[in-house]
């Protein structure tokens, strides 16, 4: 983490500087020890504190702190704190950063005391976030988004965007309060690239307190499109100074036209040889039809987007195929949407690689195979989110990552075996490690590169290719070991936890067929650089956009 501190004018460094010098002066260092704590939540109680003190006696290498229990009251009553309603005290916002960066680079403690305390408050805060009086929930969701900031700051920045998306600029009071409590937070999501955040709220602080020349600064220098930025997956229309008043305009895309499509689907049938001297796998073709809409990308580059129906599946394997991580096997049920046809290709990628970045820069030429119609690869799961959030960007259609629960039902299509080609796999149907069997199937040369999509003509039911191999495909969810409280939706199913694995599927290119199959799963870190990791997107649009 970086000082924030040295970006505090040099008198007030001084003064923080001091007034903690004559804290321990007048205490001991331990007391300090006790502050560095203490300075994580937004606001302290005398029970919370106390609860720190109680949680942490020990620092990171288990050495006693040996921070009296009068502590707690110490601090509490210093000048260090301030008290802001009964029972309640705040320490300084500057004064908190400095405390936080102090604790990150004392030995003793350092980024892991941080995250410590982070996963301790939002505990700590859990039940009080369906507490019936409306003033303790408020306080618990502003402890919890402080210490979510620390952790896993999407998070935050997800929930403060749907907030903000709901206000209307007649809420001023609100849009201060956001304000501020973002300013609380501001170093960690500087940190995780949301600037524009930042950017966007210090405008509407602005306009709330009636300084339009400089919220009108501010807000045009924002990275908008269309008079439009997106945060965490969520469009935050820019509000525009119209005969003589600000107006938000309400966030409108021009409605998508939907067009059939023809497409082959593909079966494995075993059939008997002659004189039944055994039996062969024979390749059954079935021509289908589906629902679709282009996405125009570039003059000649567009996004297929196939239209998912509803409905409800088994997810996971029963106790025949697969291992623990893929159970227990559980009924969900699905909404539709959309999925583009097949993985993001080079050209795809490149398209939206030059346009108005939201967070991260994205390398424009990422892959070890090279082509345009070969899926692009070496892609992280932050920058899978970054493609997704340009996509919004330029389109105001809300693209995503697909949930672990929507990828596998799109990709089994109504089918319970374990590939949508029936039984088993073939090297005709998919690029894999065709020198491996699955069970009894066929086998052939292994693949020694990515494939170009829909090489193959080898679709599922709803028209979708390349599910199995090709290049592991990043989900939204976060890892988790089994299907235990699995949703029996299509919610994505997350952590406390930015480093968090995430799941990918679908196997690749250099895998075995096992690890092909519909029911497959697997996490990684979600900064890893891995060539056979791709992806594909996803969508969900109202009817009312649809024509």
């Known amino acids: 983490m970086t000082n924030s501190s040295a970006l ?88 908190r950063n400095y405390l936080l960066d102090q604790m990150i680079q004392h030995p003793s403690f350092g980024q892991k005391r941080v995250e410590e305390l982070a996963h301790f408050l939002l505990s700590y805060v859990q039940r009080e976030l369906n507490d019936s009086k409306s003033s303790t929930q ?23 965007a749907i907030t ?24 960690p999501l500087h940190q995780a690239h949301f600037q524009s955040l930042l950017g966007y709220l210090q405008g509407m602080r602005q306009l709330a307190r009636g300084n339009h020349i400089q919220a009108e600064s501010t807000l045009k220098s924002l ?61 059954e073709r079935q021509e289908q039809q589906a629902t679709l809409f282009y996405e125009q990308l570039e003059r000649q580059v567009n996004l297929e987007m196939v239209r998912i129906p509803e409905g409800n599946y088994w997810m996971g394997t029963a106790q025949k195929e697969g291992d623990y991580h893929e159970r227990p096997q559980h009924r969900v049920t699905i909404t539709s949407f959309f999925l ?31 082509g345009d119609n070969l899926p692009v690869e070496h892609i992280t799961w932050f920058e899978a989110i970054e493609f997704c959030e340009r996509l919004q960007l330029q389109t105001g259609k809300p693209y995503r990552l697909p ?10 299509a109504g089918t319970e075996t374990p590939f949508y080609f029936g039984e088993t796999i073939s090297p005709q149907l998919a690029s894999y490690d065709g020198s491996k069997r699955y069970r009894s199937g066929p086998k052939e040369r292994s693949s020694k590169q990515t494939s170009e999509v829909g090489s193959h003509n080898a679709a599922n039911a709803f028209g979708l290719d390349e599910m199995h191999g090709n290049v592991w495909e990043w989900c939204a ?7 235990t409280n699995a949703p029996a939706d299509r919610s994505v199913r997350i952590t406390n936890n930015r480093a968090s694995p995430r799941v990918i599927r679908g196997g690749s290119w250099s895998h075995e067929p096992t690890i092909c199959r519909s029911a497959y799963r697997n996490g990684i870190p979600p900064d890893n650089k891995v060539l056979t990791i791709g992806f594909r997107v996803a969508v969900s649009l109202q009817k009312a956009n649809l024509k």
């Not at 020990?58 to 229990?69: G, N």
């Not at 903000?164 to 170093?187: H, M, V």
């Not at 600000?246 to 008997?272: D, G, M, V």
């Open 477 to 483: 969810d976060h890892w988790y070991d089994d299907y």
């Open 138 to 160: 408020t306080l618990a969701q502003a402890q919890r988004w402080t210490a979510l900031a620390y952790v896993y700051p999407e998070a935050v920045a997800h929930d403060l």
């Open 8 to 95: 505090l004018p040099e008198t007030r460094f001084h003064e923080i500087e001091q007034a903690i010098a004559s804290f321990q002066k007048r205490f001991t260092e331990a007391h300090v020890y006790l502050a560095y704590h203490a300075a994580l939540p937004i606001a302290l109680t005398p029970h919370l504190t106390y609860c720190l003190w109680a949680n942490f006696p020990m620092d990171i290498a288990k050495q006693d702190l040996k921070i009296p229990w009068i502590a707690v009251a110490d601090l509490l009553l210093s000048p260090l704190c301030k008290e802001v309603g009964h029972e309640l005290y705040e320490m300084d916002a500057d004064l």
């Open 223 to 283: 990275p908008a499109h269309n008079n439009q930025i997106v945060v965490a997956g969520v469009t935050l229309p820019i509000p525009e100074f119209q005969d003589s008043n600000w107006h938000i305009n309400p966030i409108a895309f021009k409605a998508t036209s939907l067009r059939s499509f023809k497409f082959e689907t593909a079966k494995l049938i075993r059939q008997p040889r002659f004189m039944r001297l055994g039996s062969r796998w024979i390749i």
């Open 403 to 412: 949930s672990e629960a929507e990828w596998e039902y799109a990709c089994r």
């Open 164 to 187: 903000l998306a709901e206000l209307t600029l007649s809420e001023k009071t609100e849009w201060l309060r956001l304000t501020s409590l973002t300013e609380a937070i501001a170093t």
């Open 340 to 370: 583009s046809r097949f993985p993001v290709t080079q050209a795809q990628w490149r398209a939206i690689a030059k346009t108005t970045k939201v967070r991260i820069e994205l390398n424009s030429d990422p892959s070890d195979f090279q």
